[in-house]
């Protein structure tokens, strides 16, 4: 039985009719010699699992008797559904788990402790393997083999176990480099030329001799990637015009030359309604370069919609242009373009030295993302053809929200298989690991597809860290990683529950410690701390760095202490790595007291799934229910 007590200690005889308050707790029974632990509760009223001693960190007013009871009743009802569909899930994931059980066998910790002795030995000196990560940026690709052989040596020092190489367009530092570029020796290097690829494998072999992990990660594309190939955007605009009369209309400025016109009849006395079944396909109407649509429309009112697909944006801080997320073809040209270059040199690295092929968060600045390959996908969810329903891009009914939906679930499909199934495909023939931030401004995306369709889950501090966690734990991933510091040293900026950002002067260690425990408690087992900018000697303070990131390296003034913070995020590490989750029960996220629907989602990216915002229970747990079926799943169990 759950036994609830208050403030007092006085224990509640119907804890069901108990009112939570600040500083309450909770007892649960630890079964199978699980080791005790506490924890805390999120803000709001769910999203956590209990443990013994879990101190209740949300505040509920009490509202009347009957109305609380009824909260209470409603929130275990949500609990025992969610537990039994979880149970499901769970269950069906452990079976195709124990017939190929590909996802944990390429995620292999060669430094975990396997037992309490080993445990023991590895908290008080942890292994190099265990330590942080930290992002190492070589603005502009500007970089030589000497002053490489010296900051990884820095960095190992500094107890980091990885150094994860970024290469960035600098923008920002140009002005600087006038200057500073000549007097340290120091010139572009274009990427994936010859002078660049030799520089790369410098860094891996001095890696290896130093037991360092030189990752590889950034949104993928570059100057390589044509207009065949790139990644697209919908330009659409809608124009209502009276029929029974011969229309000449000019394409609207922001579409230019439209390449599809489509119409419906607007439903009598019903606003922004069309009859789906009067679509017209008027693209061959068009005239005068595409400019003008002359057309003898029926009587009625028309929807006369102009669409035209545009090209995405350019890489976020990187030459060139990113390919065609949902389209194979686009993906598969310039994955091979890459590891047709990157093989010969770094082949011999693959799956020792060099482990994690990463991609950063998709910053795509053409919105809404589009891509040819959607006419295709969209059937198969939808039953229907997409353009005769094209209606609901334009805000007009009916049924535009469920056609939306089904549009975004084709795009999903479509980049799960295509960008996330290919970047793992293309790793994972060379012994990489896949480990994407499958999140990020302009694409829509499944969460749950995508981080399951790689290794290592990967997120960025502050952004969907719970979700990333829970399915990891549903999907039996051991490494879940946090792009940690981001912006923290940025005046004034709001990161969410991590409060405010500090100045550029105001990081320390202890500051960084406090935000890896945040971390810990939300369930990240490996920070890679953001970042390390390369920074050759006999240049301005505090060295070259991005907005973005809180400076790491010898320029700041407590970098001779940093490796007694990695230690400690290294003792961490282990232990956190060296287990596996294990949660007993859950609180389902729910809004309103009583509970009447589900807790909204917060971003346009986050997929509306019963288990937003929430952990989901853990293998061993159900594993026990069917070792011990005196445990049953039930109110005092979940």
């Known amino acids: 039985m759950c036994r609830w007590s208050d403030q007092s200690g006085k224990p509640c005889k119907s804890w069901e009719k108990y009112i939570l308050r600040k500083g309450d707790k909770i007892d649960l029974p630890l079964r199978w010699n699980e080791m005790e632990t506490s924890g805390l509760v999120g803000k709001r009223f769910g999203c956590a699992f209990f443990l013994r001693s879990a101190k209740i960190f949300s505040v509920r007013e009490k509202r ?25 899930a769970a269950f069906a994931r452990s079976i195709m788990a124990e017939e190929s059980a590909t996802s944990l066998s390429r995620v292999s910790i060669p430094y975990r402790a396997e037992n309490l002795d080993a445990l023991r030995r590895g908290f008080a000196q942890p292994p190099q393997g265990a ?25 190992a020092t500094a107890g980091f176990a990885g150094a994860e190489i970024r290469c960035v367009d600098a923008l920002w530092l140009r002005e600087q480099f006038k200057v500073e570029l000549p007097r340290t020796g120091h010139k572009p290097l274009a990427y994936l030329s010859p002078e660049f690829l030799e520089c790369l494998e410098h860094a891996c072999a001095t890696a290896k001799r130093l037991g360092l992990n030189p990752g590889m990660g950034w ?48 439903a009598p006395n019903q606003e922004k309604q069309v009859e789906p079944d009067s679509f017209i396909d008027l693209s061959g109407s068009l005239t005068g370069e595409k400019r003008k649509l002359i057309w003898q429309a029926p009587a009625g009112r028309w929807l006369i919609g102009f669409f035209r697909t545009g090209f995405g944006g350019p890489l976020d801080k990187a ?130 597809a995508s981080y399951d369709n790689c290794d290592i889950p990967e997120v960025e501090q502050g952004v969907f860290p719970a979700v990333a966690v829970w399915i990891a734990h549903v999907t039996g991933k051991p490494l879940i990683t946090m792009e940690a510091c981001t912006f923290l040293s940025h ?50 303070l505090p060295g070259w760095r991005m907005y973005a990131e809180i400076p790491l390296n010898r320029n700041v003034i407590w970098w001779p202490y940093l490796r007694l913070l990695n230690k400690w995020i290294a003792r961490n590490q282990l232990v956190l790595q060296s287990g596996i989750p294990v949660a ?23 997929p509306a799934t019963a288990m937003n915002s929430i952990d989901a229970l853990s293998r061993p747990f159900f594993s026990r229910l069917k070792k011990n079926r005196k445990h049953p799943i039930s109110k005092t169990s979940c």
């Open 584 to 606: 007993d029960a859950v609180i389902y996220p729910v809004e309103g007291n009583p509970p009447e629907k589900i807790a909204k989602i917060s971003t346009d990216t986050e």
């Open 219 to 266: 949104p993928p594309g570059g100057t390589w990637i044509t207009p065949q190939y790139q990644s697209r955007m919908l330009l659409s605009e809608s124009v209502l015009a009276e029929g029974g009369r011969l229309l000449e209309i000019s394409v609207p400025q922001k579409i230019a030359q439209a390449e599809m016109v489509f119409a419906w009849r607007l």
């Open 131 to 155: 330590g942080p990560w930290v992002y190492w940026f070589w603005w502009d690709n500007a970089v030589t083999k000497e002053e490489i052989t010296r900051e990884l040596e820095e960095m």
């Open 319 to 448: 030459t060139g242009y990113p390919p065609d997320p949902g389209s194979a073809e686009a993906m598969r040209f310039h994955l091979e373009y890459f590891f047709t270059r990157l093989d010969p040199v770094l082949q011999k690295y693959y799956g020792t030295t060099l482990t994690d092929l990463a991609s950063d968060s998709w910053e795509y600045d053409g919105r809404p993302f589009w891509t040819p390959e959607i006419f295709r996908a969209f059937e198969p969810v939808a039953g229907r053809p997409l353009r005769p329903a094209m209606y609901a891009l334009l805000d007009y009914g009916p049924d535009a929200e469920r056609i939306r939906d089904q549009v975004s679930r084709a795009e999903n499909e479509l980049v799960r298989r295509n960008y996330f199934g290919l970047l793992a495909e293309f790793a994972h023939q060379r012994g990489l690991r896949s480990r994407p931030q499958p999140y990020g401004r302009g694409l829509h995306r499944d969460l749950f």
């Open 64 to 88: 009347s008797s009957s109305r609380l009871d009824s909260a209470m009743r409603n929130i275990l009802s949500h609990a025992l559904r969610f537990c039994v569909l979880t149970a499901i």
């Open 491 to 540: 005046d004034n900026v709001e990161l969410g529950d991590f409060g405010k950002s500090f100045g550029p002067w105001q990081i320390n260690p202890d500051l960084l410690r406090r935000h890896a425990n945040l971390d810990f408690a939300r369930g990240i087992n490996r920070i890679q701390m953001h970042s390390f900018g390369y920074s050759p000697p006999g240049i301005d």
